[in-house]
């Protein structure tokens, strides 16, 4: 019973193609994440929804779109993939989003390399 | 520009012997810290929490401590296990009067190795 699933696991590819990564969650919440963990391990947020509604932004290329077709998943579309996409996405998922004592439950991750 | 830093890359304690991890902050807005515990291959899970009214907070055999004017928290497990050993991250929130977004800040982990 995976509460927050990721697909693929591993994703290989070579630069400029277009990949998208899948993310769902059975716990009921309306909330989700996606997270990028770079090279120096830092894991930054990259975007939330809540309720299928875009919450948070961050400073990210117009090259990543997320897309929420429900409030059950949220999936990460990249366009033209650059070397320094390489990295572990991590999607999650909270109950709320409004105060900062929701605890967040993360995804496996996926380890994406770009050629 | 990191607002949330783990200095010690890795750490390696005996079974039964206290594992004293660190976190520092630059941020003054934070008023919400996390401590995630990260196997390999799997995501992060959550650890423990402490508000910033609080200077400590216990849950077994995890004890975080917020130091607020220095900026710094550190997360005790006592006894440490082998089971311990895993990558442990700690994050910061901005609850803002309640409207944080969800948005956590983490630090580049700590990773622990408890020998048996």
């Known amino acids: 019973d995976t509460a927050v699933s990721q697909t693929p696991k591993y994703l290989v590819t070579q630069m400029g193609n277009d990949k998208s990564i899948k993310c769902e969650q059975n716990?009921?919440?309306?909330?989700m994440y996606w997270y990028k963990q770079d090279s120096k391990k830092f894991l930054k947020i990259m975007f939330s929804?809540?309720?299928?509604?875009?919450?948070i932004n961050e400073t990210v290329p117009n090259r990543f779109s997320p897309k929420s077709p429900d409030k059950a998943h949220l999936n990460l579309h990249i366009n033209s993939l650059e070397l320094g996409d390489s990295a572990v996405y991590f999607c999650?998922?909270?109950?709320?989003?409004?105060?900062?004592?929701?605890?967040?439950?993360f995804g496996p991750g996926t380890r994406l390399t770009v050629l | 520009d990191q607002q949330v830093k783990q200095n010690s890359p890795s750490l390696s304690v005996q079974e039964g012997r206290i594992s004293i991890l660190n976190c520092d902050y630059t941020n003054s807005m934070f008023d919400y810290f996390l401590w995630y515990k990260k196997y390999p291959a799997e995501g992060p899970t959550f650890l423990i929490s402490i508000s910033s009214i609080k200077d400590k907070n216990e849950d077994g055999r995890f004890t975080v401590f917020l130091n607020k004017s220095a900026k710094h928290l550190s997360l005790h497990i006592v006894p440490s296990q082998p089971g311990d050993s895993a990558v442990y991250f700690c994050a910061a929130n901005r609850d803002a009067g309640g409207t944080s977004y969800g948005k956590l800040t983490f630090g580049q982990g700590t990773i622990l190795t408890v020998h048996p």
């Open positions: 999650a998922s909270s109950e709320g989003w409004v105060t900062s004592t929701d605890t967040q439950y």
């Open positions: 929804y809540n309720n299928k509604e875009l919450i």
């Open positions: 716990l009921g919440h309306d909330t």
